[in-house]
């Protein structure tokens, strides 16, 4: 049986509750001299993204990066919303994820049903998911899925969630495969909607619920879930227009919106503050303070890179499970970080990547979609990547005695 804690934080099944107590585990914050940077060694932040913001890559941002333990930079910048009215960025806006869904809610409750002892890796997703057997998909296993390499199709087609969510999980479940499983690398959010499945089949219980238990109550999350409720819908950032109303606290994906709001693949909310509990509690191997959410074993399984086709002999593709480690998505990573940094971007324009043996982690988040979908911002994201593990990297060489 999984374990039960006992922390609560204002998540319910009907949302998430903004609560003005703040985390016990929330991280201190320090200089990054103090850590061991050098002086002004995170200042050329402030003009990438300033060149951003004046290249109409994205309206705002907030920037954070943690270093040994401490928030060593926090800063938001521009706008989180330029229409229907400016509204100028906060330091806590809270931010549709996407794509960083993957890797936070759903990798991490796969990982703690690995834990647990109730599924392994190396199980047949049929096994857990009788309803996903079909179409020659039985060979599939959890541990392909998590690495992109399950032979599923990146999208099926929006006009299969025109009928309800009902029958929209019966056409995803019943697709046929692309390619034969572990021959190929092709980014799927099916295969992460699939998860999502095999996850509430396998505890009779919704992603959303389950991912609030077993990781975001744990860790004073307060701000991390699916469907935020409207104290914090009020400082979230704006995305695009849907149905003559702009989106704010409303998942930007369309086949998440499509199925309530609640899937594998989108429809997280969090802030900085929050993301940066989670950075460091993979950091420390699984645990921060009381809440235990993973051994090291696990967390070690989870971040290790796996080759993956593509890539080249000598720069071969890698990924970790739910995470992104080398491969052509890997853009928004800084290129000094180490062979031990794993992390995820997401559509809206979000980039989480964590460097354990650096210590560090680096949180970018923007609304880069706002207001028409043209921003980009993996180039920003890398940079920003550069220049904290730089930084990180300058900390660990001793201080050389005076001449």
């Not at 991390?224 to 409303?250: D, F, H, I, K, V």
Request: charged content about 20%.
């Amino acid at each position: 049986m999984l374990v039960a804690f006992l922390w609560v934080w204002g998540a319910s099944s009907l949302g998430l509750v903004a609560d003005d107590a703040p985390s016990p585990l929330r991280l201190a914050r320090q200089s990054p001299e103090s850590t061991g940077m050098p002086m002004g060694s995170l200042d050329a932040i402030h003009d990438i993204v300033a060149e951003g913001l004046a290249n109409g890559k994205m309206p705002g941002a907030v920037v954070m990066v943690g270093h040994r333990g401490s928030i060593v930079f926090h800063k938001e910048y521009g706008l989180r919303s330029s229409l229907p009215e400016p509204r100028p960025m906060l330091q806590n806006t809270v931010f549709d994820l996407a794509s960083l869904t993957k890797p936070i809610a759903t990798a991490s409750c796969i990982m703690r049903l690995v834990q647990a002892g109730q599924i392994a890796l190396d199980d047949k997703v049929a096994d857990h998911l009788p309803e996903f057997r079909s179409q020659g998909k039985q060979v599939v296993t959890i541990k392909q899925l998590l690495l992109h390499t399950g032979g599923l199709i990146p999208d099926n087609a929006m006009a299969d969630y025109q009928d309800g969510a009902e029958v929209a999980r019966e056409r995803l479940l019943g697709l046929s495969l692309q390619y034969k499983p572990g021959t190929r690398f092709r980014y799927s959010d099916v295969g992460f909607q699939v998860l999502g499945e095999l996850i509430e089949a396998k505890t009779g219980t919704s992603l959303a619920d389950f991912a609030a238990k077993e990781i975001f109550d744990p860790l004073g999350m307060d701000e991390t879930g699916y469907l935020p409720e409207r104290p914090l819908r009020e400082r979230a950032a704006t995305t695009e227009q849907r149905e003559g109303r702009w989106m704010e606290g409303e998942v930007h994906d369309p086949r998440a919106y499509a199925v309530g709001g609640v899937a594998g693949h989108a429809g997280l909310f969090s802030t900085a503050n929050d993301l940066a509990i989670y950075s460091q509690m993979m950091i420390e191997g699984g645990t921060l303070g009381d809440a235990k959410i993973f051994t090291q074993e696990i967390v070690d399984q989870m971040t290790k890179g796996y080759d993956v086709p593509g890539g080249s002999p000598d720069r071969p593709w890698e990924r970790g499970l739910g995470w992104d480690k080398r491969t052509g998505y890997s853009s928004n990573r800084g290129e000094s970080m180490t062979a031990s940094a794993f992390g995820h971007g997401g559509f809206t324009g979000t980039s989480l990547w964590i460097d354990p043996e650096l210590e560090l982690f680096v949180i970018f988040l923007s609304n880069r979609v706002h207001p028409d979908g043209a921003g980009s911002v993996n180039a920003i994201a890398g940079a920003i990547g550069k220049v904290a593990a730089d930084a990180a990297r300058a900390a660990r060489v001793p201080s050389q005695p005076d001449a």
